[in-house]
């Protein structure tokens, strides 16, 4: 079974597509590379990286979301904000992982054999601020806590580019229990705006993998929305949960045509 393919991004950069829509990113310097999450574990990524760059490779984990830390065993060196330990071991748990490619048509024939086994050894820590040199290319740490109390978002310095991963996107989750509510989402959100001349491309891990700067405002629009009770307070299904879309969409897409959302839980509108 093929499970990956990639599209190169700029000289330094490139994107690594799993079987089933999610990504991640190559960033390949003079010294060293460094592949920005590991998608969810169906096949051996680190095979496939390896036919990609030559230097050697560390990992970095914006966050411990299942789809984004299933490979994470395969490599010797990876970093994680130890904040989402929590969150890993929830995700890691290998029966939930193989239900979650079942959910999906494209992942649900991969067979169990296939799934790299959660990661058990030991991870790095890393914090806001930390810059990872890789050799004419440096990578910034920005803590964005709320999808998850960990979530990172790295901004690739020398190529103006941010991931924002699942931290500020086109449905931004925050409902679980290891979710902030709106508010403390917001003030990461503020500081994430202090970052803005920093980068000119902002890159995501789903669906269409980029967005336009706007989205981080309008991602703010929306909390300031919900938090005024102005918001247009959707009921949406997800995963057997209750929540609700700040903003009207017919599927991803926001009727209004902007980009950014949120989907959250009552208990989170604070
Ligand atoms: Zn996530």
Redesign the pocket.
Known sequence: MKYFKSEILSERVIRIIELGGVCCYLVIGDKKACLLDTGSGYGNIKEYVDTLTDKPVFVILS?A?YD?MGGAALFEDVYINLEDLPVFRKHGDMTTRYEEAQRIPETKTIPYSDMIPTRMKPMKGIKNGDIFDLGNVHIQMISVSG??PGMMCPLIQEERTIIFG?ACGVSVLLFDEYSSCVSEYLKSLEVLKTYENDYDTIYRNHGTFFSEKSLLDNVIECCHLILTNQDDHIPVEFHHYHLYAAKETNEFHRIDGKEGNILYSLDKAK
């Open positions: 966050h979301h984004h999808h998850t699942d």
